[in-house]
């Protein structure tokens, strides 16, 4: 086995390296210890989320799981031209999971899923030298996901469910480079708005073509959090503020916003095989289509009229593989690995989503209390490797200023669930 | 058991997680220091040096001044601590035994003035930087505005008793290390061993500032006879330079000197164009009929005088010259008085102006007084910048002074309008001839420093006369654009027209880091001057 596994590695790595933008894949600590793949996995109410046709082989009459992890993410900036060196200081971030899935019948299941699959809490220190692009940001969004499956026989399942998204968004930045009032404090804006909602849907298919062999599909669709509305504050503008070029008075002043964010469709294909009794691996493949994201437009309601910051992300894969071994009839060991590409392309990489391709190495193991309820702890190591790369797309004076230099992150994310199988 | 064990992995996840690169530029050997110094560094100098601008020192100014910015890229090298007589406020201006002081004034911003207009104005609020309130400890930055080189080895020149009519002691006062120590005691008993030597400017370019009023000193070295508006005799530059340049290398410091711009080419003398006066102004253009009705009678006089180039004309269609008195030309103020006399037109003329009979000669002898040594400018003079504030506003104490000699206050008004009726002072234009010994002074001074600095392999010199030149002529490009010398919006010149602005200052020191890079084999990077601020808004 150890064999194989450093077969497919090998053979990886020296492929592209692969996730990204505001994503946080950690839908699950069971499924997150073996590289966050599910898509074919059949093990606990988890599932629910990877896909939800397969709440129809689960076991049991009712399962119930819970689980929360905790993000240490931090970035480091250096710009080796003008000698600055950043660090992020970074909230802890915490995703968190309850699901709960029900079969009525033989035939016909209900669950209904609790998640948070997208945020983002980067904090760069005030007034930095990318304080125009980003001081903080705080995106969070939390997924309620009714879901029905239905087995249509022993080898297929179908399942979906509407997605309801309530998210929030917290946004500040610097006008610019270089303005301030008159005591120097730099001009500066927050974007603030709560309780945005939105709908979406996922879908899926299980297929057992043998008794070792799970092969699935998902579909979660795109969903537009979309802001109307929303808090602008504007702090430290100059009271006389103008237009150099007009001599016109410009108004500052307090006021809203509207927005869009997009949260993309995702597809997910992958496996899960059984061996050696003890053993299972599993396969996912994600593409997500990013390429939907192509500018951060913010429109104001004042004479700050409408900004808008090119992204330009392109589709991202992502290569999921893990494996579970059965130590005990107490322990359940787990690892993974996964290869997640970055939707950022060169050129558009900015700090508020400084996200680069990246290896995600997971490990856990879950403790059976009884038969009914175990512990499940889950360990998330993501590698960045240092990149050069700018943000060219950020203007002064009618022209492109690129923001340019080396970034280093780096994410630990240990996490902590209950299953329980009635 | 799981608890402990989640315990240990969120300790883990705090120590593990700060990323690092490979190759930091906070590892000590990323930037080189070559064969510098930089543990020690000391900047002497004059307004320059300690951060002025926008007409003042005020706090941010400080912060951002050129030795401050050099400091800051320093500390990446080995560089020490640096530390400024910093003010109190970012107000500018300072207190003398708690009264404002007319020796410092509040810092200049671009303010809505009542009329919705935005423009330079004085920002609102009182001074709060006492000159007798001493600060204690000494201080990298030794720059002492108004400072002139004849005077940074003079003991004593921060004594309080000192702060009387010249504005230098009033700033070196405040952080003087005692009532008998001189600016150079105070910067080499800091051993440096590194420093900045910027000094020269204030001896010839405070003459120019006050629009050529003081007198050239030239060929007299007794400088307690000097005043602040003064041109130093370049015997006596030569003298004090290289003695308190002697002074700055003894201990064996590597260092920059720099020479001086050339005074006219700052903003301060040449924004205000020759000719002001724009006939669309509704203040103006309806009275071109009449004024040139007056002056067609003085003209006919300067005719026949002899002296037509003197000629009072407006143009309808385009800008026109102001009015200046020139002490350079010829009095002829009775001779003017005499002819006016003894024209058959003159009652006539005085009448037209609503004077009553028996009054000609009055008139007479105030035309005569008042056009004796005017004339209109031409391209070769230089409008100082305060004299925008000035042109076409009413001189009251004409007004008075009219008034008293029975002159109705409509008329009176009439004839004090600043360049128009009532020719500029000397202090509001440098004269062709002002401008030739301010230039051949500061040629003198430039041509000490270089030779000085070529002399010794331990200074770096650095051509401000260059750089000011590339910001007049097409400008120093940057990350958003060009810095020129355009006043206000120009970037490179603050409000005050003379005295650069942050981005100017993150400017200097990049062509400072640059000299010294090449000049010590060190790797000290630049400032990125799009982060520093221009003009300020109110």
């Not at chain 1, 076991?59 to 950043?86: C, H, L, P, Q, Y």
Request: aromatic share 12%; glycine share 10%; hydrophobic share 40%.
């Amino acid at each position: 086995m150890k064999k194989l596994l450093s077969f497919i590695l090998f053979f990886l790595v020296g492929s592209t390296l692969y996730a990204g933008g505001y994503r946080v894949s950690i839908q699950g600590q069971k499924q997150l210890a073996m590289g966050h793949t599910g898509v074919a996995v059949i093990s606990s109410a988890e599932s629910l989320f990877f896909n939800p046709a397969s709440m129809s082989f689960l076991d049991g009459k009712m399962n119930v799981s819970i689980g929360a992890s905790a993000i240490f993410g931090e970035t480091r900036f250096e710009n080796k031209e003008f000698g600055i060196a950043e660090n992020t200081d970074n909230p802890l971030g915490t995703p968190a999971n309850l699901y709960v899935t029900y079969k009525a019948n033989d035939w016909l299941s209900f669950g209904l899923g609790v998640y948070t699959p997208y945020g983002s809490s980067v904090e760069w220190n005030k007034d930095w030298a990318g304080s125009h692009l980003v001081n903080n940001i705080d995106l969070k969004a939390i997924f309620i996901q009714p879901t029905i499956a239905i087995k249509i026989s022993e080898k297929l399942s179908i399942g979906g469910g509407p997605i309801y998204a309530n998210g929030s968004v917290e946004f500040n930045k610097n006008l610019n480079r270089n303005l301030t009032d008159t005591d120097g404090n730099r001009s500066n804006v927050t974007v603030e708005e709560k309780g945005i909602s939105a709908w979406g849907y996922t879908l899926g298919v299980m297929i057992k073509p043998t008794e070792k062999l799970n092969v699935g599909f998902n579909y979660r669709s795109k969903i537009s959090m979309k802001v109307e509305g929303g808090d602008a504050d504007f702090q430290n503008i100059p009271d006389d503020f103008f237009n150099p070029a007009t001599g016109a008075q410009l108004n500052f002043s307090d006021g809203k916003f509207d927005a869009e964010l997009p949260m993309p469709a995702e597809i997910t294909v992958g496996l899960s095989y059984e061996f050696c009794d003890k053993f299972l691996f599993a396969f996912d493949y994600n593409f997500a289509q990013w390429s939907e994201y192509e500018a951060l437009t913010v429109v104001f309601d004042n004479d700050a009229g409408t900004s808008t910051s090119p992204r330009n992300y392109k589709d991202a894969e992502t290569f999921r593989f893990g494996l579970q071994y059965k130590a005990h009839k107490k322990f359940t060991v787990r690892t993974g690995i996964y290869f997640d590409e970055s939707p950022v392309q060169d050129g558009y990489f900015a700090p508020e989503t400084p996200r680069n391709d990246s290896v995600g190495y997971t490990a856990g193991l879950s403790f059976n209390v009884n038969d009914k309820l175990s512990i499940d702890a889950s360990f998330l190591y993501l590698h960045f490797d240092e990149i050069d790369n700018s943000y060219d797309h950020y203007q002064e004076n009618g022209q492109n200023v690129p923001f340019a230099g080396t970034y280093k992150s780096s994410v630990i994310a240990p996490g902590l669930g209950l299953s329980y199988k009635l | 058991m799981k608890n402990i064990k989640y315990i240990a992995i969120m300790a883990l996840g705090l120590v593990a997680c700060e990323p690092e690169l490979d190759n930091s530029v906070e590892d000590a050997e990323f930037y080189s220091s070559g064969n510098a110094d930089f543990s020690r560094f000391v900047s002497v100098g004059n307004s320059l040096t300690a951060g002025f601008t926008d007409g003042t020192v005020y706090r941010l100014g400080q912060q951002n001044s050129f030795p401050n910015i050099l400091a800051g890229q320093f500390a990446k090298a080995g560089g020490g601590i640096f530390t400024q007589p910093l003010v109190n406020d970012n107000v500018g201006g300072l207190l003398l035994n708690g009264t404002v002081s007319d020796l410092a004034r509040n810092r200049v911003v671009l303010a809505e003035s009542e009329f919705g207009i935005v423009g330079p104005a004085s920002i609102e609020g009182v001074p709060t930087t006492e000159i007798s309130n001493r600060l204690t400890g000494s201080f990298n930055n030794m720059g002492v505005p108004s400072v002139k080189s004849y005077e940074v080895a003079e003991s004593g020149f921060g004594a309080l008793s000192n702060v009387n009519t010249f504005t230098a002691p009033a700033y070196y006062s405040r952080f003087a290390s005692s009532d008998t120590a001189s600016i150079l005691d105070d910067a080499m008993a800091q051993n440096p061993t590194f420093f900045t030597f910027w000094i020269g400017s204030n001896d010839v370019l405070l003459y120019a500032l006050d629009g050529g009023a003081g007198v050239d000193q030239l060929g007299n070295s007794d400088t307690s006879s000097y005043e602040e508006e003064d041109i130093t005799d370049p015997t006596v530059f030569t003298e004090k330079y290289t003695a308190a340049l002697a002074t700055m290398t003894a201990g064996g410091a590597k260092g920059i000197v720099c020479n001086l711009p050339s005074v006219t080419d700052i903003p301060y003398f040449t924004t205000v164009p020759y000719a002001p006066l724009d006939p669309t102004n509704p203040d103006f253009g309806p009275q071109i009929p009449t004024l040139n009705g007056i002056f067609g009678q003085l003209n006919q006089v300067y005719a026949f005088l002899g002296v037509p180039e003197r000629s009072i004309v407006f143009s309808q269609t385009a800008p026109s010259a102001v009015v200046i008195r020139d002490e350079t030309l010829v009095d002829l103020s009775a001779q003017i008085s005499a002819v006016l006399m003894a024209s058959p037109t003159f009652p006539a003329f005085v009448q037209s102006l609503g004077l009553p009979p028996g009054t000609e000669s009055i008139a007479a002898n105030l035309l005569g007084a008042t056009y004796g040594q005017t004339r209109q400018t031409n391209a070769n003079d230089m409008l100082v910048l305060p004299s925008s504030g000035v042109i076409g506003t009413v001189n009251n104490a004409s007004v008075a002074g009219l008034m008293s000699q029975n002159i109705p206050q409509a008329l009176a008004i009439q004839f004090s309008i600043e360049g128009v009726t009532y020719p500029l002072e000397d202090k509001w234009v440098l004269l062709p001839m002002e401008q030739t010994l301010v230039a051949n002074a500061q040629a003198s001074y430039n041509a000490t420093i270089s030779a000085l600095a070529a002399a010794d392999d331990n200074i770096v010199f650095i051509d401000m006369q260059a750089f000011l030149n590339q910001l007049n002529n097409g400008g120093i490009g940057y990350d958003a654009g060009v810095v020129t010398s355009t006043y206000a919006s120009g970037g490179g010149f603050s409000l005050d027209g003379t005295h650069p602005t942050a981005r100017g200052y993150a400017l200097i020191a990049n062509i400072m880091i640059d000299e010294i890079n090449s000049s010590f084999n060190a790797t000290i990077p630049k400032v990125n001057p799009g982060y520093y601020p221009t003009v300020y808004i109110d």
